[in-house]
């Protein structure tokens, strides 16, 4: 029996452990806005669309990337959200709705209220908040693991209040060092 238990213990480990290799724990806006009170945090928002290609690629190639999901696992909440969907969702004590979101459509949808405030304007769109929830920016298009590592980094030391100009941007890109696989 104690051989039994052990043996289930090392299996449930093995396939914890594997389950969460390469995953990235996403959560809902509100719960991530709630866990930054007892642990400050940026928030990285994937604003997706279930019609998107390039959304379904993000999430194969680079969400599922290991070194990304544990990167964006240690150093950020991570919220995945249909700007399309129906949805509602309280942010900053006002509620977001779709008003005209027809569930019976199997495309196209109506753009969500909350995707209209963050001001996202293509699928994907990756949008950053900072530590108290307030939009640092959005990132629009597809992204791959490295070209995501640069904003995850970039975002996550604060780099981004000295990096103001084109010409700062354009340095801060060529000096980076990049990491990730893939």
């Known amino acids: 029996m104690k051989k039994l238990i052990i043996l289930l213990f090392i299996v449930g ?5 594997f389950a969460q290799k390469g995953e990235i724990n ?3 806006i509100e719960e991530a806005v709630a866990a930054q009170e007892k642990e400050p945090r940026k928030i990285m928002m994937d604003m ?10 993000l999430d194969k190639n680079t969400f599922h990337n290991e070194d990304v999901a544990n990167y964006v696992n240690k150093n950020f ?10 949805k509602t969702v309280t942010y900053k004590d006002k509620k977001y709705k779709n008003p005209n979101f027809d569930a019976s459509k199997k495309g196209r949808n109506s753009q969500h209220e909350f995707a209209q405030f963050l001001r996202v304007q293509a ?5 950053f908040l900072d530590e108290k929830a ?6 629009p298009g597809y992204q791959t693991p490295k070209q ?3 904003y995850l980094k970039l ?5 981004y209040k000295e990096v103001t100009t084109k010409e700062q941007w354009e340095a801060y890109q060529k000096n980076f060092k990049s990491e990730f696989k893939g």
């Open 134 to 139: 307030d939009v640092i920016a959005p990132i």
């Open 123 to 127: 699928y994907p769109t990756i949008v």
């Open 77 to 86: 909440y991570a919220v995945k959200f249909n700007a399309e969907g129906g």
């Open 26 to 28: 996403w959560m809902t």
């Open 13 to 17: 480990s093995t396939l914890t452990a």
């Open 155 to 159: 975002f996550v030391a604060d780099k």
């Open 48 to 57: 997706y669309t279930t019609w998107c290609g390039p959304c379904k690629m």
């Open 148 to 150: 995501l590592e640069v």
